[in-house]
């Protein structure tokens, strides 16, 4: 199973937002969202928005909405 997993992550590398879902199309949509939220200043001082895969609920982190 596939599981996408979205992070707003900060410079220091702390996620600050996460989402998780096992539908690729919700996935791309909520990277999408992520990216186009992040200020032009965020982007500056290093925040990113992350989208990537595991195989496992396991390997989502812990703080993460979950969406089925």
Not at 9 to 31: L, V
Not at 45 to 52: D, I, K, S
Request: hydrophobic share 35%.
């Amino acid at each position: 199973m596939t599981i996408w997993v979205n992070e707003q992550i900060d410079p220091s590398g702390m996620i600050h937002a996460c989402i998780a879902t096992c539908n690729e199309s919700q996935a791309k949509d909520c990277h999408d969202s992520f990216e186009n939220n992040l200020t032009q200043t965020q982007k500056a001082a290093g925040w990113v928005a992350r989208l990537r895969t595991v195989d496992s609920w396991d390997d989502v982190p812990v703080n993460s909405l979950k969406l089925n």
